[in-house]
C-alpha cells in the first residue's frame, strides 16, 4: 500500500497540473513561488 500511495503522490505532485494553481503541477508552482516569478493580483489582467 506504501508503495501505491508514494506513486499517487508522485504523480499528484509532479505530473498532474492543476486548474487552481494556473495549470501547474505543486512543484512547478512552489518553484516558480520560491523564485517570485508568479503574478500577483496587481499585475493580472483581466479580458473582456
Request: aromatic share 10%; glycine share 4%.
Amino acid at each position: 500500500m506504501q508503495t501505491r500511495l508514494k506513486q499517487w503522490q508522485d504523480t499528484w505532485n509532479e505530473v498532474r497540473p492543476h486548474g487552481a494553481l494556473n495549470y501547474l503541477t505543486p512543484n512547478e508552482y512552489l518553484l516558480k513561488w520560491q523564485q517570485g516569478r508568479l503574478p500577483t493580483k496587481d499585475t493580472i489582467t483581466l479580458q473582456t
